[in-house]
């Protein structure tokens, strides 16, 4: 799906939505970060169908800039889809993963650049002290707590996107199959040598998050479903208990039956049992069922995007 082009040294690829009043600034303070490096680097900004014209504005500033390069996209996608397009569209040794919101400083590049000269296949930013309003940060660390339950490895919630790879990491990523993208878990996967470091997080300047509580929730859903399947297995440790359980059961309630102890059967206890059961049933069938559309998702062989219009 990805294209071969001649190499630069540094890519820096963002998704775009929502931030079109950020671009500008963050255009000039890459530029600014990346020429204390090299002058051959490269700026893929996405634009995830974003609803404040944001693309008019990548527009112009790949027209003062060839170095900016400018990708549309047919529809929102999302942001890890976003992502997606731009490293296959990435021609860097280095490719810098980073949001357009300006949380992601682009100073910080600097100090991600040198401690991945040390010999690292990829540093990631550590948000020491995340600048996201509480309720944010209370999910996040939820969210992340979970999904190292279900992955049976510490996943640090101080790390997002936000990160500096080198182009062997990437191309391992692009070649995985997946539909449902998730960046971090990707890197995690592709293994390499990486490193985390402490970077300076900024207070969101303009605009307000596209991850909605629901939009976070269904996201959580989804790498669930893509990374583990640790729930199929506590379904089936769940049901193998019931299952003993209800012969104990029995055995008891036919012990006591024989030496008249019972007489009359409980409807209550008869009801809530079956509740129970059916509930747990159901429930059990809905998750079962996610597994199935996520393998009927993979097997459509859908593109992952589709792109309109690009800037070269």
């Known amino acids: 799906m990805y294209m071969q082009i001649t190499q630069l040294h540094i890519s820096v690829v963002t998704p775009v939505y929502g931030c079109k009043t950020c671009l500008a600034e963050l255009y000039l303070r890459l530029k600014q970060t990346l020429e204390t490096i090299t002058h051959d680097f490269e700026i893929i900004m996405v634009n995830d169908a974003s609803p404040d014209g944001a693309w008019d504005t990548i527009v112009e500033l790949a027209a003062r800039d060839v170095r900016v390069k400018g990708i549309n996209l047919s529809r ?27 949380q992601d400083q682009p100073e910080e590049i600097v100090k991600l650049y040198n401690k991945a000269l040390e010999g690292f296949d990829y540093v990631q930013g550590q948000r020491v002290e995340r600048q996201d309003n509480k309720r944010r ?3 996040s660390k939820f969210f992340y707590i979970i999904l190292s339950y279900f992955h049976d490895y510490t996943i640090d919630n101080t790390i997002a996107n936000f990160g500096i790879y080198n182009n062997k990491v990437i191309n391992a990523i692009k070649d995985l199959p997946e539909k449902i993208r998730w960046f971090p878990s990707l890197v995690h996967w592709v293994g390499f040598h990486g490193v985390s470091i402490p970077i300076c997080h900024n207070v969101r300047k303009m605009g ?14 989804d790498v ?3 990374n583990t399947e640790k729930p199929m297995r506590i379904m089936a440790g769940i049901g193998f208990l019931l299952f003993m359980s209800s012969i104990m059961y029995s055995i008891i309630i036919i012990i ?40 009927l998702q993979q097997t459509q062989d859908r593109p992952l995007y589709i792109i309109t219009k690009k800037t070269f």
């Open 256 to 295: 006591k039956y024989v030496h008249g102890d019972i007489t009359v059967l409980g409807y209550s206890s008869l009801i809530i049992s079956i509740l129970f059961c059916s509930g747990l049933i159901i429930f059990f069938l809905g998750i079962i069922g996610l597994y199935i559309s996520k393998i």
């Open 208 to 221: 307000k998050s596209s991850y909605s509580f629901k939009k976070l929730f269904l996201t959580s859903i």
């Open 224 to 226: 669930f479903i893509l």
């Open 76 to 102: 929102n996608f999302g942001q890890h889809y976003a992502i997606t397009a731009g490293l296959d569209h990435a021609a860097g040794e280095w490719v810098v993963v980073m949001d357009c919101d300006l």
């Open 137 to 139: 940060k209370i999910f």
